[in-house]
Nanobody
Framework: QVELVESGGGLVQAGASLRLSCAASGRTFSSYAMGWFRQAPGKEREFVAAISRMFGMSYYADSVKGRFTISRDNAKNTVYLEMNSLKPEDTAVYYC????????????????????WGQGTQVTVSS
């Protein structure tokens, strides 16, 4: 069992930056690939970024590539999402998720692959 708690959301103006954090419980954090997803009102949850268990292999949605950076600190059981040059279309509830996976190089873009989810943190970007 893994519990995930996101933090760092807020209200910012377009062009600003935010750093989201997701703290995980448990002693097997390094066994999980981690992902960030987001859901805007009236829309389906969508992939934002993911990072492999080991060696920091990262994957991004085209809409955030070059602006967002995912990272993890396995010693702190924490995954981060650094968000720069924020746009109003980035407004959503952001969720982190954990995927138990054998391959230490891979991380899925699919919501269905993830076993555990946090409660989400709201990010609002004003124009």
């Amino acid at each position: 069992q893994v519990e995930l708690v996101e933090s760092g959301g807020g209200l910012v103006q377009a062009g600003a930056s935010l750093r989201l954090s997701c703290a995980a419980s448990g002693r097997t954090f390094s066994s999980y690939a981690m992902g960030w997803f987001r859901q805007a009102p009236g829309k389906e949850r969508e992939f934002v970024a993911a990072i492999s268990r080991m060696f920091g292999m990262s994957y991004y949605a085209d809409s955030v590539k070059g602006r967002f950076t995912i990272s993890r600190d396995n010693a702190k059981n924490t995954v981060y999402l650094e968000m720069n040059s924020l746009k109003p279309e980035d407004t959503a509830v952001y969720y982190c998720a954990a995927d138990w996976i054998m391959d230490y190089r891979l991380a899925s873009r699919s919501t269905g692959s993830y076993d555990y989810w946090g409660q989400g943190t709201q990010v609002t970007v004003s124009s």
